[in-house]
């Protein structure tokens, strides 16, 4: 009499496909999770740095001299920016300073004191975006009257009507995708001269 079954071969055969089976299906799920989660992470950087643009160029906008007289623009450099603006609408100038530190584009703010008035106090400073990946790259562009870059805007200081803010953004840079890029132009007010 034959007896009916599996051999011990045929299970060890089962086995290892099933293994193979659910090895790849996990693999398909932690990938597609991975994936899912690296999206809302890019999404919310993007959407953080078009925030910060915009807060940007609003404060740029209404750049003005300081309280104690000085010019507008402090510092235009192609990574630092800081300037004079009435950023929390109080009756003082306060002094901001935008600058890039790693990947983490962040904020600085002098208030004014004394008498007479100085910006030496202790600079708040606070994170604005992350994930930015300029690198040597500008963020800050500067233009004359005729929409002209200035190649040297230290010292041309006085020529400067238009700043464009550039953020490139990347959650992963080492992979891909590629870098997303948030940009914004910011016309000073109080320079205008085609009035």
């Not at 009499?1 to 089962?14: A, D, N, Y």
């Not at 600058?99 to 202790?122: A, C, H, R, W």
């Not at 562009?141 to 953020?167: E, F, G, H, M, Q």
Request: no cysteine; aromatic share 10%; hydrophobic share 40%.
């Amino acid at each position: 009499m034959r007896k009916s079954g599996f051999t011990l071969i045929e299970i060890i055969v089962v086995i290892m496909l099933l293994g193979f089976a659910v090895t790849l299906f996990t693999n398909f799920v932690v990938q597609g999770y991975k994936a899912n989660l690296f999206g809302k992470e890019q999404d919310l950087a993007v959407q953080n740095g078009r925030k910060a643009t915009e807060q940007i160029a609003e404060e740029i906008r209404e750049a003005t001299q300081s309280d104690r007289g000085d010019y507008s623009l402090d510092v235009v450099a192609e990574q630092n920016l800081s300037f004079y603006s009435n950023i929390d609408s109080d009756d003082d100038i306060e002094k901001v300073r935008y600058f890039l530190n790693g990947s983490i584009f962040k904020k600085g703010i002098i208030e004014p004191s004394g008498d007479p008035i100085v910006y030496t106090g202790t600079e708040s400073i606070i994170d604005v975006s992350k994930y930015i990946n300029n690198q040597s790259e500008a963020i800050f562009i500067y233009y004359d009257t005729d929409n002209n870059v200035i190649a040297d805007p230290t010292t041309n200081k006085n020529d400067i009507r238009l700043i464009r803010v550039s953020l490139k953004i990347n959650v992963t840079p080492e992979i891909a995708p590629q870098d997303y890029y948030v940009e914004m132009n910011a016309q000073i007010r109080n320079l205008k001269d085609n009035l």
